[in-house]
């Protein structure tokens, strides 16, 4: 089998709400995220997203998605597609790091690898719980009025897994802290989720002060560096999530000791054949992790849940879905949907979930022979 042809779309992806992070310094209201159609001379097509959250948010930027394609295209055609790590080692030839560009052409090879074998993507990969997967709430950078009210509209939905977005004014990130755990209910997880916002001795001052309480925060400096110099001076459990990009960021956590949990995003780390080396280090060290894409439509989260399903159940924390935060669906009703606060395995062979190319507009470049 050979891929023949490499179609991408660009879509704005609006949110249904204005979303702060990071103590409020980053703002977003629209996604740009990037489809990716890849035909093969068996027939078989498969479909990749990449989606970065902005630009403002990772080193990671929707544009650099599609000139990245337009430079690697040209090694990529005529490639097996179920031969992943050919894949990759042609698209790493073409164009060194720039990971996020790669994840959608790699996303849509496992499609056309799973139509082929006639296997869900989880199943191919060796995986496959259909245990269904807890999905985090994602509560902004608010007050503590606020943060209440939505952690009580997701619990309506059924999530007892939550994100609360900290980061900012120390006094003030300390009473969130505070006043959520009064709240916390029984069977309820928080995750304290930073975005790198604190400097360390801003990290030090809050990890301190929730000292009595059982918290874990998520990503409490900028760098791999920040979190190892504060490692040694508090007690809390920590999750990497942005610092966590390359397969040498994973065997360092590992190594270290610098994180109890990691937060795998699929686009930034470029797709789940990258993704899958950094499951086993985690697994290797007894860390347990977060899956997500980043960003993105049902066909993102989609691409989560089947690397998700590939974990074994008890070393998984649960997955992030964008698809609710959308007012746009590529693939209406179609894939996994947050249910109850979970969302369930695909169990159609591939990706399961392709969109409707009406709702992608024209194609913004065409690379090879498409049928
Ligand atoms: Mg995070």
């Known amino acids: 089998m050979k891929i023949t042809a490499i179609t991408v779309y660009q879509v704005d992806l609006p949110l249904a709400q204005p979303y702060w992070l990071s103590g409020g310094r980053l703002k977003f209201e629209t996604l740009d995220s990037t489809f990716v159609r890849v035909d093969t001379d068996a027939g078989i097509t498969g479909w990749g997203e990449g989606c970065p959250w902005g630009h403002t948010y990772l080193p990671a930027h929707g544009p650099g998605i599609r000139a990245g394609i337009g430079t690697m295209a040209g090694f990529v055609l005529g490639l097996d597609p179920r031969r992943h790590l050919a894949v990759e080692r042609a698209m790493d030839l073409a164009l060194p790091g720039h990971l996020y560009a790669k994840s959608p052409i790699d996303m849509a090879c496992w499609d056309i690898a799973g139509q082929a074998a006639g296997l869900p993507i989880a199943d191919l990969m060796g995986g496959g719980s259909r245990t269904p997967a807890p999905v985090a709430s994602s509560v902004g950078a608010r007050d503590i009025d606020e943060t209440r009210k939505l952690v009580e509209s997701y619990r309506a939905r059924g999530y007892r897994l939550h994100s609360v977005k900290v980061g900012g004014d120390v006094a003030r990130d300390i009473g969130r802290v505070r006043d959520m755990e009064t709240i916390r209910q029984a069977g309820e997880a928080v995750l304290y989720d930073v975005n790198r916002a604190w400097s360390r001795q801003q990290a030090l001052r ?89 960003g993105g439509s049902v066909l993102a989260d989609t691409e989560a849940m089947h690397l998700a399903a590939s974990f074994p159940d008890d070393s998984l924390l649960g997955v992030w879905a964008c698809q609710d935060m959308l007012t746009l669906d590529v693939a209406p009703g179609r894939g996994p949907r947050c249910v109850d606060g979970h969302l369930r395995m695909s169990q159609t062979p591939g990706l399961g979930v392709h969109p409707d190319q009406d709702r992608l507009g024209p194609p913004v470049a065409t690379y090879g022979n498409r049928p």
Request: charged residues 25%; contains cysteine; aromatic residues 2%.
């Open 206 to 294: 809050v990890m301190t002060a929730t000292r009595d309480l059982d918290v874990m925060f998520e990503q409490p400096g900028e760098t791999l560096d920040d979190l190892a110099a504060i490692r040694a001076r508090h007690s809390a459990p920590v999750s990497a999530d942005e610092c966590l990009v390359t397969l040498q960021d994973a065997t360092r956590i590992a190594r270290d000791g610098l994180a109890e949990v990691m937060n795998i995003k699929l686009n930034r780390v470029g797709g789940l054949t990258k993704a899958a080396r950094i499951r086993d280090i985690a697994l290797a060290h007894g860390i347990h992790c977060f899956v997500m894409a980043t």
